[in-house]
Each structure stands twice: as structure tokens, then as C-alpha cells.
């Protein structure tokens, strides 16, 4: 009885979650050497003409190139121009919600290597749909400035990209690794934990329970999969982290197929982020913009996300529909 006990653990807990743990590490090296060598300008360069064609001015273009490498600097930038009457409100808004997408790029490296180990396919569908979202809203702001921005001067000062450092394989890979050691102890303290319980709560029935809650109370989710719920509440009630290792033991026990466990992690991601934003980014705002204003951006940009979110979402809920 316990060889039988230790053989299911191992074949179904143990040697997954060891397997899961060594290709997360892995990745998450990689993504902090190619984010150490630098990549993102080229990035930066390509997007030169959406910033003209959103009619926004060099200071919200050198924004947008800075907001590559620096969210928190990039919105100094645009605060600095506000105060000194270089940037009107309307552009300042539009500018700090345009900066959205560099933000995208600039943790694509990590969200892509942690997601695939945990979720595999399921990772290029969850984030081709965030990316859509993050470009249907770029698009959104390019239209709003073309209606609500004035023309820019033929001669309008030119965009320069902030300089940076040249590094070497060497010392990206060295850097990289700096950074798995300073990162990957949290990292496993919520993924670990999480992948165990999800295993044994999926063994002893717990979600056939979720289901009956769920079609009774929970009336806004229940157009997820049962089972699906659990991912919404490790990533709402933890972190994103979380959501994906409860989605990974799910997936791995084939209790979810792909198309849940995206759908699930689309709803999590707009149900947790706002209440984050106002728990994280609201407190280092109000250090670079008035109260008023930091809270007015804070606001425009999570529900402008989540809209696109949901945009997204919904498209593919009735495609994957059959």
C-alpha cells in the first residue's frame, strides 16, 4: 500500500513538479540574459511611427522609448513636462496610457519563460490574447490622439532613444544569473506550495464541490469550467505566479484542457490587477504626479486594460466555442 502511495506521488507530484521546477529555472535565466543584453531598443525604434501617428510630441515619444527600460523614470518625464507647461493634461494622459505597451515588452521575456513550463501551449494562446489587448489598446490611444491632439509641426523635434550600456554575452549571462538568485526563492515559495495543494484538492473531490457552489452563487463565473475557479482564486487571492502552478497541476492531471485554463487566467488577470494598481502603482504615482491626477491615470489605465481584456477574451471564448 505505501509503494503504491509513493509510486502515484512520484509519477504524478513529485517527478512533474521536479521537472517543472528545473525548466522554470532554466527559463527564467534565459529571460533575465536576454532582458540584460538589452533587446528592447530596436523595439523602441520600430514604434517611432505610431507615436507620430498618435499626434503626441517628442517629450510623450522620449516617454514611450524610456517606458522600455523604466516605467517608473518615463512617468517622471511626462510629470516634469506637465509641471513646467510643455505638456498639456489631454496629451499627459494619453502619453502615460500609450506607455502601456513598451511595459508589455518589457516583462515579455519573464512572463513568456515562466508561463510555458507551468501551462505549455496554453502559454502562447493566454499570451497572444494579452498581447492583442495591449495592441488594441495602443491602437485605441492612437486614435484618441488623432481626434483629440492638434497636428504636429513639420519640423517637431526629433524622438531620441535614452542611452544605453553595450553588454557583452558574458556579463548578460552573469547578470541574468544575479538576478534568478535574487528572484527564484520567491518565485518557488508560491509555486510550489500552490502545485501541492491544487494536486491533492483536485484527489479529493474538492472542485466537484467548487461546481456545485459555483452554479449556485457565483453567477458572474459561470461561464467558466468549475475546476477553472480555483486558478481565479490563486491568482486574485496570491499573485499571477500562483494562477499559473494551480493551472499547471490542473493541466497536468488533465483536469483542464487549454482553452480553461486561458479563460481562466483572462479572468483572473482582470480581476486582480486593479486591485493591485491601487496597491502598488497608486503609492509610487502620487510620488511623481499630483493626488488627483496619479489616482485619474491609475483609474483610466486599469479600466482601458480591462476593457481590452475583456475585448479579447470574449473573442476567443466564441471561437474556441464547439
Do not use: C
Not at 2 to 15: A, R
Not at 21 to 47: C, D, H, K, Q
Not at 264 to 286: D, E, K, M, W
Amino acid at each position: 500500500m505505501e509503494q503504491h502511495l509513493f509510486k502515484e506521488l512520484w509519477q504524478h507530484l513529485l517527478w512533474p513538479l521536479s521537472r517543472l521546477m528545473f525548466w522554470v529555472s532554466l527559463g527564467i535565466v534565459a529571460a533575465n540574459f536576454i532582458e540584460a543584453l538589452n533587446w528592447t531598443p530596436r523595439l523602441a525604434r520600430l514604434t517611432r511611427p505610431l507615436v507620430r501617428l498618435g499626434r503626441l510630441s517628442a517629450v510623450s515619444g522620449a516617454s514611450f522609448s524610456m517606458a522600455f527600460f523604466s516605467g517608473i523614470t518615463s512617468n517622471t518625464m511626462l510629470a516634469e513636462a506637465f509641471a513646467q507647461g510643455r505638456l498639456a493634461r489631454r496629451e499627459l494622459v494619453l502619453a502615460n496610457l500609450f506607455n502601456s505597451l513598451p511595459r508589455f515588452f518589457l516583462h515579455l521575456p519573464t512572463v513568456f519563460f515562466l508561463t510555458v513550463p507551468l501551462i505549455k501551449g496554453a502559454a502562447f494562446h493566454y499570451l497572444g490574447l494579452t498581447l492583442g489587448a495591449a495592441l488594441l489598446q495602443t491602437g485605441l490611444v492612437v486614435a484618441a490622439g488623432r481626434l483629440l491632439l492638434p497636428p504636429l509641426a513639420e519640423d517637431g523635434e526629433r524622438i531620441e532613444l535614452p542611452e544605453r550600456d553595450k553588454v557583452g554575452w558574458r556579463v548578460a549571462l552573469q547578470k541574468g544569473i544575479e538576478r534568478f538568485r535574487r528572484r527564484i526563492g520567491r518565485l518557488f515559495s508560491f509555486m510550489v506550495p500552490v502545485y501541492v495543494l491544487f494536486f491533492f484538492l483536485n484527489r479529493q473531490g474538492v472542485f466537484a464541490a467548487i461546481e456545485q457552489f459555483l452554479a449556485a452563487e457565483v453567477w458572474f463565473l459561470a461561464w467558466l469550467d468549475p475546476q477553472s475557479l480555483g486558478i481565479v482564486m490563486a491568482h486574485v487571492g496570491a499573485e499571477f505566479t500562483a494562477g499559473l502552478a494551480a493551472a499547471g497541476a490542473l493541466l497536468a492531471d488533465n483536469s483542464l484542457g487549454q482553452r480553461e485554463v486561458v479563460l481562466a487566467l483572462l479572468a483572473g488577470n482582470i480581476l486582480s490587477t486593479p486591485v493591485r494598481a491601487v496597491r502598488h502603482q497608486f503609492p509610487y504615482y502620487v510620488g511623481i504626479f499630483p493626488p488627483g491626477l496619479a489616482l485619474e491615470l491609475v483609474g483610466l489605465s486599469q479600466v482601458l486594460r480591462m476593457l481590452s481584456v475583456v475585448a479579447v477574451g470574449l473573442g476567443y471564448y466564441f471561437m474556441t466555442l464547439g
